[in-house]
């Protein structure tokens, strides 16, 4: 089901690239990466959320080949679609996850790859508390962003409009701190996505793991 009532610019922006962007992030070797890390942690058979899953690919698909049970949740109808055609064997939700029920300590992993900059500061703050307390305690939390110091910057991105709100790095690492989750490991690289309207990027892949002693924020 789409939630018309709170429609997301986001919704709109994924719609139309579709496929597009799959293809576009497809080289990457740090998300890989990240992926990697987690599938050498994770138990079999965890529960894992996939938070802004596009197309499945890589994130859903490689945890649910590993055997995890998957539940991506994603604002664009046509990327859900996707979705669930390239990767049946996971789940695949339209929602806003801002709005989306969480029950506490239900994941044993949490994936939030550059979901957040559409996003307010706020709502970026609040859904990644959220997104904490959604971990069972000494769950695993990957996270990757844009790490910019910038505050709803109209730019374009793989020639579609957005507005694009981020935190520099050491505040997105302060940000994860103060939900409850400690950092085990970081990687800043540089990217470019292979479309003729892209530009090179900084990103920046958080690994965390929730504080078994503590509620999760």
Known sequence: MVDEEHESPAAAVFDALGGEYEKAFASSSAHRASLDWLLARLAPGSRVLDVGSGTGRPTSAALAAAGHRVLGVDVSPVMV?????????????????RRMPLEDGSFDAVCVYFALLQMTRTEQSALVRRLARALRPGGLFALATVPLDVEEFDGVFMGQPVRVTSFAAEDVIALVRGAGLAVQSENSVMFTPTHPDARPEPQLFLHCRRDPAEPGG
């Open 81 to 97: 679609e996707i979705a669930s055609r390239q990767v049946p064997e996971a789940e695949f939700r339209c929602a806003d996850v």
